[in-house]
């Protein structure tokens, strides 16, 4: 089961890895939800995973999705083939102002098939990405071992030292690795969109160095990031998604503490 939505930054080739990972039965804390791409094949393939946003657009997507799929699909289908860029524009900036959380759900969705790169708050107006079965999927997501969490804390940090309840591992599919702990994480933290989360390198390799926790990074394989990362036991996974231990065949690497 593909997921209805797509996000260029966090495409990800290593699922058959992180199956290896990450036992059947477990129960595994995801953080930085968005398009699901990861979640959902693990979620059906036996795993419970409960995925954390601080993004309330994200969360509230995922949520009216569980709750009435064909509801959503009814407002993308209304509002579907956006032709004019300036309508587009405008319903970037002005999606969290929609009173009705289902009609920012399906204009949520149509603005993600048509930003290039994904981003729905934010990206280029391609209509020409645009993939049609995407709409059907929005009805074929299983939310039997797969719930969204929203969480308040900016710093998506503060929400993976602070997990309730069973947690047999923590995953966090990052994408990009951006070495920022040098910045002044506030004022980065207040300029991203409604929809883009802030990730803190620093903390996230305090926290692997630091957490009892069982935790795994996914991250586009990059030298700075394995270099960043040497303490730690690193997976390389090839443009195949085949386990690699040529890191110069590397497309990406998971980084974990176990």
């Known amino acids: 089961m593909k997921t209805p939505l797509k996000l260029a930054a966090k495409e990800f080739k290593s699922l058959s890895t992180l199956k290896k990972m990450f036992p059947e039965?477990?129960?595994?804390?995801?953080?930085?939800?968005?398009?699901g791409g990861v979640e959902i094949?693990?979620?059906?393939s036996n795993r419970y995973v409960v995925s954390h946003t601080n993004?309330?657009?994200?969360?509230?997507f995922w949520t009216c999705l569980s709750m009435n799929a064909e509801q959503v699909q009814k407002v993308a289908m209304h509002f579907d083939n956006i032709e004019d860029p300036g309508v587009f524009y405008y319903l970037q900036e002005t999606l969290p102002e929609y009173g009705?959380?289902?009609?920012?759900?399906?204009i949520f969705?149509?603005?993600?098939?048509?930003?290039?790169?994904?981003?729905?708050?934010?990206?280029?107006?391609t209509p020409d990405s645009y993939n049609p079965l995407a709409m059907a999927n929005l009805r074929q997501v299983s939310f039997e071992n797969l719930m969204v969490m929203y969480n308040k804390p900016e710093n998506f940090v503060d929400s993976m030292e602070s997990i309730d309840g069973r947690c047999d591992y923590v995953f966090v599919p990052v994408g990009d690795f951006t070495l920022n702990y040098l910045k002044n994480v506030e004022s980065?933290?207040?300029?991203?969109?409604?929809?883009?989360?802030?990730?803190?390198?620093?903390?996230?390799?305090?926290?692997?160095?630091?957490s009892e926790k069982k935790t795994a990074l996914l991250y586009h394989y990059t030298r700075s990031v394995a270099k960043y990362f040497k303490n730690q036991k690193l997976y390389f996974v090839d443009q195949w998604g085949r386990?690699?231990?040529?890191e110069a065949k590397a497309k990406e690497v998971i980084v974990a503490n176990f």
């Open 100 to 106: 009705d959380p289902f009609l920012r759900a399906g």
């Open 243 to 246: 386990p690699t231990t040529d």
């Open 55 to 60: 993004k309330y657009s994200i969360y509230e």
């Open 109 to 125: 969705f149509l603005l993600n098939k048509y930003s290039k790169g994904g981003f729905v708050s934010r990206g280029e107006f």
């Open 25 to 35: 039965k477990s129960v595994i804390h995801s953080f930085l939800m968005y398009n």
């Open 41 to 44: 094949p693990l979620a059906m």
């Open 188 to 210: 980065d933290i207040n300029s991203l969109t409604y929809d883009e989360t802030f990730v803190d390198t620093h903390r996230l390799k305090d926290f692997m160095e630091t």
